[in-house]
Structure formats: C-alpha cells, structure tokens
C-alpha cells in the first residue's frame, strides 16, 4: 500500500506569494494534520482535519488555512509568504482523529521564500 | 500548556554501543501519549516506539526500549547494538487523549537529538 503522499516535493515562492501544498493520507485513514518543521528544530502543530472538518488548530497567524476533501486527501494554503515561513511542510495521516493512534507521515515539501 | 524538553542537541556512539536519549516533558494531564520518532537525513519521520502513560510496563520493539518515569516526568529512549542505518534526528512527541473534538491528535515534539552511529 502507498504511503502518505505529498506534492510538490520542493518549491520556491517569492515574498507575498501565495502557495498551496497537497497531501494523501494513507488509503483508509481519515485523518489528516499538517506540521511545520523550521530547519534544525521540531515539528510544529498547523492544523488537524478529520472527517473534513477542523478539529485542531496551532499557534499560525490566519494567512495559514487548509482543507480536506471527501477523498481525505488534503490541501495546505499560504498566503502573503514571508521569509521566516521557509520550512519543511508535513503531513501526516492516522486511522482516526483520536489521540493515541500512530501518525505516519509523508516525506514533506520544501518551501523556500526569497 | 505541554512542553517536551529534548537537552542533548547531539550524541554519538560507536557501532554495537548502546546510548540513551533524553526527554523530560511538562503536562498536567494524567493520561496521554508519548512517542520517539525517527528522522534520517533527506528522509521521511518514521514512529519507533510509542507509550501509554497508563502503562506501568516501559515498551520496547527490538532493539528500541523505553524508560518511562511518569513521576519525574522523563521518557528516554535506548537504543541497543547500535547500528550505522540508525544515524538519524530523533524527537521526542507528547500527545493528549481525546476531550471531545478539541485538540485531538496534536502531536507536541521536542528539539530533537541528533545521532551518529560511528563505525
């Protein structure tokens, strides 16, 4: 079975840009959260959708948004990029949205603001 | 709010050597979760062991075990008979239990420890 997949694998955005990044969760998991990860440092909270809704949010100003569609599969939205957004972008997947189950995450995208 | 405290930023170890990782984590929650994952570079987060605070018993898959000390609120990693594929980040996560729909699923990590397995 495929695992969590992610696109584009690397991106470049100029400052005030906007970017979308998508995500598939595994076939099955309906459960999708979305994670920063800045150079050298943890992974960071974004969002968490189950069964297309929200069903957590972190500390990330409003120009941060997402979505998860019927198929569960999963889109992240940045708009007016800034320098300090450059960062790994993660998505991980589970069966269901409760706390405990294994999260399996995708191989990222790379984003870069210059 | 939980924190997750990883103090050692980079660690070696010979090849067959064991090491330990540390982790010391802040919650006020009675039950949750805590997991070590694996980052190797330019490659995907994998799970390598998980622990419910409910369980006395420290959890161990193969070479990886735990030494969780809900008291002291520590939760560190083994790793025995190092092996040189097992050079990588790892981080140190909490997770709450469900209440409802909020919050659930929010994996907190650490500022992860660096490992190189030397040969």
């Known amino acids: 079975d495929a695992g969590v997949t992610q696109s584009p694998t690397h991106l470049i955005k100029t400052r005030g840009q906007q970017v979308t990044l998508r995500c598939s969760p595994i076939s099955g998991h309906k459960s999708v959260s979305w994670y920063q990860q800045v150079l050298g440092q943890g992974p960071q909270f974004i969002f968490q959708?189950?069964?297309?809704?929200?069903?957590g949010r972190g500390n990330f100003p409003d120009r941060f948004s997402a979505r998860q569609f019927p198929n569960y599969s999963s889109e992240l939205n940045v708009n007016a990029l800034l320098l300090g957004d450059s960062a790994l972008y993660l998505c991980?997947?589970?069966?269901?949205?409760?706390?405990?189950?294994?999260?399996?995450f995708g191989p990222g995208t790379r984003l870069t603001v210059t | 709010a939980q924190t997750v405290t990883q103090s050692q930023p980079e660690m070696s170890v010979q090849e067959a050597e064991t090491v330990t990782l540390s982790c010391t984590y802040d919650t006020s929650e009675n039950n949750y979760y805590l997991f070590w994952y694996k980052q190797p570079p330019s490659r995907q987060m994998i799970l390598v062991i998980r622990q419910e605070a409910y369980k006395q018993q420290n959890a161990t898959e193969n070479r990886f075990s735990v030494n969780f000390q809900k008291a002291a609120k520590s939760f560190s990693l083994k790793i025995s008979d190092s092996q040189l594929g097992d050079t990588a980040m790892y981080f140190c996560a909490f997770m709450k239990p469900s209440h409802g729909s909020s919050n659930t699923g929010k994996l907190i990590f650490g500022q992860g420890t660096t490992l190189q397995v030397k040969p």
């Open positions: 959708y189950y069964e297309k809704e929200e069903r």
């Open positions: 991980a997947s589970s069966l269901i949205g409760a706390g405990g189950y294994e999260q399996y």
